[in-house]
């Protein structure tokens, strides 16, 4: 299996990246962006531009990757509707739509987050930018799904870009296990988001949801673990 990644350099991005390399059934892990990665591994092949959504300028055959994992994305604290849209909505489906005329086949992983506003009517404002978002990349004609976690915590070294994030992980590490032993459906890892986006990647999978929350996610690596 080939994967195309987005967003490898963010926190949940580099879990995703690190599983992906590691599993035996994907071949080839092509990372989209703007910053590098920093990493060397036979399976990974970085192209770096300003523009992360312009395909039309790398120099590679869409139709040979069979998954896309778009981990791409900005917090929106003190941020404006429109740049938050551009940034969330737009670029998201810049990317999205060639990549389902190429091949209508491929598996499409978007990384939203609990609380999206699937109806768009709501007054937070990004709730209803992811929930649109997620709501145009459902009706694509590709094998779509919508990844919603609450509480992800890294593992394995990985590190948030956002100094706050690092701070809370800090500050929550000796609660981390009595956390997830008191809300296992709240909480999720970064190496369980990277199995379970391979997971749902596989072929033949099939789910009756196409919005997976943080119970969903673990119960798809518990079910690879057994």
Known sequence: MNVILFGATGMIGQGVLRECLRDDSIERVLVIGRSPVRQEHPKLVEMLQPDSSDLAALDIDLADYDACFFCLGVSAVGMKEAEYRRITHDLTLAVARPLADANPELTFVYLSGEGADSTEKGRTMWARVRGGTENELLRLPFRAYVFRPGIVLPQHGVVSKTRLYRVLYTALGPLI??????????????????????????????????????????????????
Request: no cysteine; charged share 25%.
């Open 177 to 226: 296990p009595l956390l997830r032993k008191v809300a296992p459906n709240l909480v999720t890892t970064s190496e369980q988001m990277g199995r379970a986006m391979i997971a749902v990647a596989m072929p033949g999978f099939e789910a009756t949801e196409r919005i997976l929350r943080t119970k969903d996610i673990n119960r798809l690596t518990e079910r690879t673990n057994s």
